[in-house]
């Protein structure tokens, strides 16, 4: 995520969103959500502030599954 925000500041090729929420839904929900919001990057776009905690909270969900 850090490195999308530079890239973003310097109007450089991007991280495609389709790729951050993949990495969320693959585990990373919790890293996105924090890197979210200590880089202050896609905080604006409800896609992001409403589908990151629902995949943190499927993550969540996912993981008490297997670790029971």
Avoid: C
Wanted: aromatic content about 14%; hydrophobic content about 45%; cysteine-free.
């Amino acid at each position: 995520m850090s490195d999308d925000k530079k890239r973003a500041q310097r109007r450089r090729d991007r991280t495609p969103e389709r790729t951050l929420f993949l990495l969320a839904f693959i585990g990373g929900a919790l890293g996105v959500w924090i890197a979210m919001y200590r880089k202050r990057h896609k905080t604006k776009h409800p896609s992001f502030t409403i589908g990151i905690p629902l995949l943190l909270f499927l993550n969540a969900v996912i993981y008490g599954y297997f670790l029971q």
